[in-house]
């Protein structure tokens, strides 16, 4: 399974969720090779459930041993991030386990405020969602790693063309 099925699938469920990471990179032109599709997503609970229980009917399950639906809960967020120091929840599918989904938790701007600007790309009947290209120089530019440094160069240029 691949980024496409599970992105039409969120699309077709209503969920609200915006593409970032690795894949956003490639879809904002930079070709870079990523095993995990990056999301961050509305925290309303409708929009939780219905995104995780998309990522189950694929066969996808959470990396740490926990019920994935305890996302719904702000306060255990909160906690897997404080105290566990945790940026992610991953799901993993044994079927296909170069693709990987992480839900990241914690983001500066608010999702409201990202999804405003985000960059529609239609493909094959669904949309996908994208974080904006500033947008998501910023979100690498404050993450501040070795690749994350690197992307944003060839973004800059891509915007800059």
């Not at 032109?29 to 990056?38: A, E, I, K, N, Q």
Request: proline share 4%.
């Amino acid at each position: 399974m691949r980024y496409e099925e599970i992105l039409r699938r969120l699309h077709e469920a209503g969920v609200r969720f915006l593409v970032v990471g690795g894949l956003a990179v490639n879809l904002h032109g930079v070709p870079r090779l990523t095993y995990d599709l990056d999301i961050i997503a509305s925290w309303d609970e409708d929009n939780l459930k219905r995104l995780i229980d998309e990522l189950l009917k694929l066969g996808y399950k959470p990396r740490l041993p926990v019920d994935p639906f305890d996302l719904l809960h702000p306060e255990l967020r909160r906690i897997w991030i404080e105290k566990k120091n945790l940026k992610s929840f991953t799901f993993f599918n044994d079927r296909d386990p170069t693709c990987e989904v992480d839900l990241l938790l914690v983001y500066d701007k608010g999702f409201d405020s990202l999804h405003s600007r985000r960059r529609v790309i239609g493909v094959e009947g669904y949309e996908i969602p994208v974080v904006s290209l500033n947008d998501l120089i910023e979100m690498k530019r404050v993450t501040g790693r070795k690749q994350d440094l690197s992307d944003i160069e060839a973004l800059e240029i891509t915007r800059d063309a």
